[in-house]
């Protein structure tokens, strides 16, 4: 799935206010959409929590401005419409390489941090990926809904956990040191709050769900050029080429979805009510931050202060007193956020840090990382590599991972990740097997399973396929079941 369909421009007002709530923690106590957002994305949600998001999705569909959603005019012309689509972003995606072949730079990362950086902000998205579509598999028996549940159960990954969407992107995060995401900004919630808002709340959503599988599921330009760069910056861009193979017009989801719309229409006249809200639903996916609004989102200075602000807290009063920068002790700085631009300009002035040179030149650096390095284990890799790539400035852009202490001899443009990974696989290196599932929700289930009638079955294998669950042992197992069930 994608964060959005549309390349649409970029939002300087979304710009404008996701950067006044990340600069103000405060402003997370009345955070609107990320409480919500965690009881259902994270657990099984009360059916007060559910209405909560079924009555925020009522009032965002009521704010919805009429027109431009994009869609044809009528059903009949869906696969037209997703075709034209497909020939227009083939054509933009060329012109995207063939500039690229004359010498253009990337378009959207301008270094390894900003790549990460947006890996992480749209997490709230991707953790959820699909899950607009799970209250539909409690209805998998009607035909009608077959191709809605079959993609769903696709982006389940068919119960594999090497294929499923949201487990794919949760080792991404882990793999590159972004988890935890509890830190980011509201804002970013509201778009995932959306789609799982929908999944607990399929009976009345039907239309509203048939509309956003429909947009949602068409190939976006800003897909092709994400995986395009993050390969380039040696980052492993599965997650993406995935979904522009399982999403495919011909045989995937953009055409499969083009049919369920079809397929779920009313065959009594309802005075086109239902289009009229399968529109609506197509719109929802616009909905909160654009893809385009989290890459121009990165500031890297920004981003180092946010990293040191989160820091100060437990950093501040853990220093000695014998080091003093401009006069004041670390401790002291670190007792005031207001301070923390002063005290990076201190470190600077002390030569503590060499802006636009080899981070090896700086002695800050050296705190961080290396053999004796007095504060290892203090910034997370994600936060090594912000800091690492604000240090070097313009030389960050080759890419060169923080570990690499790129210097001018060494930093030389990154090796992709699929060459790397050839490479690793020529050099003989495997996998090790996963080891047998350890887990609670795994030890109830296979308990209580065999105690049950065939209704109880079928009931407990959709609750192990929500969200909360779908990516674990438990709902990878339950995923397989309902696929083989009779």
């Not at 899950?131 to 594999?160: F, I, K, P, Q």
């Not at 993406?240 to 779920?264: I, P, Q, Y």
Request: hydrophobic residues 40%; contains cysteine.
């Amino acid at each position: 799935m994608y964060l959005h369909l549309q390349e649409r421009p970029r939002s300087e007002t979304t710009i404008a206010s996701l950067d006044a709530i990340a600069s103000a923690p405060a402003v997370r106590a009345a955070a609107l959409y990320a409480p919500l957002y965690d009881r259902l994305a994270n657990h099984i949600p009360s059916a007060q929590e559910r209405g909560a998001a079924a009555d925020l999705l009522r009032e965002t569909l009521h704010g919805l401005e009429l027109g431009d959603d994009d869609l044809p005019a009528h059903p009949a012309d869906l696969m037209a419409w997703m075709e034209s689509n497909i020939l227009r972003v083939h054509g933009q995606y060329q012109a995207y390489l063939d500039a690229r072949k004359a010498g253009a730079p990337r378009r959207y990362f301008t270094n390894r941090a900003h790549a990460l950086y947006f890996l992480r902000n749209v997490a709230p998205t991707k953790l959820v990926d699909g899950s607009w579509l799970y209250g539909l598999c409690a209805h998998a028996d009607n035909s009608r809904l077959s191709d809605l549940v079959t993609t769903y159960v696709e982006e389940l990954g068919d119960g594999l956990a090497d294929k499923n969407h949201v487990k794919l992107y949760r080792a991404l995060l882990a793999h590159y040191g972004l988890d935890p995401v509890d830190d980011l900004p509201d804002a970013l919630y509201q778009q995932g709050l959306v789609q799982v808002g929908l999944g607990w709340n399929a009976q009345d959503f039907l239309p509203e769900i048939v509309g956003f599988n429909l947009g949602y599921e068409q190939l976006p330009l800003h897909l092709l050029i994400t995986a395009y760069e993050l390969n380039e910056l040696g980052i492993d861009p599965y997650y993406f080429t995935l979904h522009v193979t399982v999403d495919n017009a011909d045989t995937g989801h953009a055409k499969r979805a083009c049919v369920a719309a079809l397929e779920a229409a009313p065959r009594i006249d309802d005075g086109g009510d239902y289009w009229r809200r399968v529109r609506a639903g197509a719109k929802l996916g616009n909905v909160g931050v654009s893809t385009l609004d989290v890459i121009d989102g990165f500031d890297i200075d920004r981003e180092v202060l946010a990293i040191l602000a989160r820091k100060a807290p437990s950093g501040h009063g853990a220093h000695s007193d014998f080091c003093k920068v401009a006069g004041r002790s670390v401790n002291d700085w670190l007792s005031n956020a207001d301070d923390l631009p002063a005290f990076l300009a201190a470190l600077e002035q002390a030569q503590w840090i060499k802006r636009n040179q080899p981070v090896t030149d700086s002695r800050f650096w050296h705190l961080l990382q290396g053999e004796r390095a007095e504060m290892f284990g203090v910034f997370s890799p994600y936060e090594l590599q912000v800091i690492h790539d604000w240090i070097r400035g313009a030389a960050s852009a080759d890419g060169a991972p923080f570990e690499t202490g790129a210097t001018p001899a060494t930093g030389k443009r990154q090796m992709s990740f699929r060459v790397a990974e050839r490479l690793k696989a020529a050099k003989g290196g495997r996998s090790e097997p996963a080891p047998a599932a350890l887990d609670t929700d795994f030890e109830i289930f296979e308990q209580r399973y065999p105690t049950l009638d065939a209704v109880e079955r079928r009931d407990l294998l959709v609750q192990a396929m929500s969200p909360a669950l779908h990516w674990t042992p438990v709902g990878l197992k339950a995923t397989r079941m309902f696929l083989n069930r009779a």
